[in-house]
């Protein structure tokens, strides 16, 4: 039994109708982030009015986002992300769904492809978001997170909403250019489409030929944790070493500063502003514990990285010198910034592969 994630804008109510329509058992879970009032009790009220008219469970979560966003020093967008996953991660559990989808369109991947690239990504950020994969929460990182819309763009959408009739609410905040991704889609994306009204689909295309060069695989679930390349060409495939979430939190200095398997922890202000990305020629890093500098092709060959694989190794580096390396997900972290007992935030790197 699938688990339906249902916002009550097009693109959920789209996602929820095809579901329906298909027959299948499914729920629907509705988050309640409380950052717009009236209009977020609308919505709730909206998604619970449609689940009922047919007779679908509807799981509803209010969440005390800024709060949250505040204690844990990260941004609001980063904050309902974390805590809506996490949620869905528990209800799976709780109820036995099989999984979760969620109603990421086309146009949604180009704006991520368009976001990465401004902030400076490697091979991996051209990849885009994948139909399926799984949830990005550590603790429920063998979940299956499924975007049955990612080939539709949003003039599909509003097709098989006018021709099915279909009611949703407006989110008012989508029109206002206060979040990067809103000034990509209000500002950017009308251009784009002055030179090309299809640059969505061709975007989208471009995606899936460069996952196709570089051969990038999903691993299924029964194949993941810990295994030699003997393991790796048996099976016939690549590690999935992307499979990892990135946290920024407070740090009290009481912990133990001692790197726990499968978890790298940086100190965030020591670290600065950062890009996630791969190998490229020059880059370099100073391994925590070793001495002096080593190329990052000196550090692939000492570690026994095959070739093929070490341009799938994600890699955090510093935004004031791209070939920088702070992180060597999921295997180690550059001498600068170890955290210490002074240190006040932190960088989390959890490795679901691990």
Known sequence: MLLVAVSGGIDSMCLAEKVRLEGGPFAIAHCNFCLRGSDSDGDEAFVKAWASSYGITCHV?????????????????????RLRYHWFGELCRE??????????????????????????????????????????????????????????????????????????????????????RNKIRNLVFPVFREINPRFVEVLNRDMERISDEVNVSVIPSEARGSHTKTDWDTLGLRPRYDNYTLTEEPWDGTQPVKQPSG????????????????????????????????????????????????????????????????????????????????????????????
């Open 61 to 81: 979560k209010s969440f005390d986002t800024l709060d949250y966003a505040t204690a844990e020093g990260i941004s609001v967008e980063m904050a309902a992300r």
């Open 95 to 180: 109820h036995g769904y099989s999984g979760v989808a969620v109603a990421h369109n086309a146009n949604d991947n180009a704006e991520t492809l368009i976001l990465n690239l401004l902030r400076g990504t490697g091979v991996r950020g051209l990849l885009g978001m994948k139909v399926s994969g799984f949830i990005p929460d550590p603790d429920f990182a063998d979940i299956p997170l499924l975007r049955p819309l990612l080939g539709m763009t949003r003039e599909d959408i509003e097709a098989f909403a006018a021709e099915h009739g279909l009611s949703w609410r407006e989110d008012r905040t989508n029109s206002e250019n206060d979040y990067k």
């Open 263 to 354: 978890v790298l922890i940086l100190d965030a202000d020591k670290a600065g502003e950062y890009v996630e990305g791969t190998w490229e020629q020059g880059d370099w890093i100073k391994p925590l514990g070793a001495p002096g500098r080593k190329k990052m092709q000196d550090w692939f060959t000492d570690h026994h990285i095959p070739a093929d694989e070490k341009p799938f190794i994600p890699l955090l580096k510093s935004a004031r010198d791209p070939h920088h390396v702070l992180a060597v997900i999921p295997y180690c972290i550059d001498n600068s910034v170890k955290v210490t007992s002074h240190t006040k935030r932190i960088i989390r790197i959890l490795s679901a592969a691990q």
